[in-house]
């Protein structure tokens, strides 16, 4: 069964403070990686697609990289506006999509 | 552009009740989605609707329904609603079955007493 785990679980960084999110996963043939940003209350906001390892996308202050295993969401001198849950889901070869549970950033300024 | 829409937005139900939630996607999108996001958790996936066939479902009792209509808009059904299914259910639109770049909706909170 696929499997999507991140950490941590939260995170709270001061503003300029760069840090790394964290998204490992199983799965039996990997479609696309994915990862979402989400505020309080509302649905989650795509961000980026990654199908391969070594593929890197960026955004911003954002920038997801993928490996056989992992994927990293490295965010550069962060600001309290990038306060958010992060979320991490891939897609096996079936088209099914299994979402981590995600981590709460919290910015401080 | 309007984006995904849901209605409605909040919802109280008790025990035992049905309900009946509902989704536009966004012109032109004719794959809908269904996830259910409990607090604290990732969304896990419900149904997927194409051209008004179910195309996948998750790992969810039959008490969940959905269908698609002619202009795409969609409901999700849920029978004899228990505790467990208060959460925030959330629809996603996308042009086609590859979920690949979906929109999401903000959601429709349910709370089940």
């Known amino acids: 069964e696929d499997q999507v785990t991140q950490s941590p679980e939260a995170l709270r960084l001061q503003e300029g403070e760069s840090s790394s999110l964290n998204c490992s996963y199983t799965v039996s043939g990997l479609r696309g990686l994915f990862w979402y940003r989400q505020d309080p209350g509302k649905g989650p906001e795509f961000l980026f697609t990654?199908?391969?390892a070594g593929e890197e996308k960026e955004k911003e202050r954002l920038k997801a990289t993928l490996t056989k295993k992992e994927s990293f969401l490295h965010i550069t001198a962060p600001k309290p506006e990038d306060s958010a849950t992060y979320l991490c889901?891939?897609?096996?070869?079936?088209?099914?999509?299994?979402f981590g549970a995600g981590t709460r950033l919290t910015v401080k300024p | 552009d309007a984006g995904v829409t849901q209605s409605p937005t909040h919802l109280i139900k008790t025990r035992g009740q049905q309900v009946t939630l509902r989704c536009s996607p966004i012109s032109g999108h004719k794959s809908v989605s269904w996830y259910q996001q409990v607090l604290g958790q990732g969304p896990q996936f419900i149904f997927q609707?194409?051209?008004?066939?179910?195309?996948g479902r998750g790992n969810f009792p039959d008490r969940f329904s959905a269908r698609q209509f002619p202009n795409y808009s969609s409901e999700l059904n849920v029978n004899a609603l228990l505790l467990g299914d208060s959460a925030l259910y959330l629809c996603?639109?996308?042009?086609?079955?590859?979920?690949?770049?979906?929109?999401f909706g903000p959601g429709t909170r349910l709370l089940v007493l």
């Open positions: 889901a891939v897609q096996d070869s079936q088209g099914d999509m299994r």
């Open positions: 996603a639109s996308s042009l086609d079955t590859n979920q690949e770049t979906q929109y």
């Open positions: 990654l199908y391969s």
């Open positions: 609707y194409y051209e008004k066939e179910e195309r």
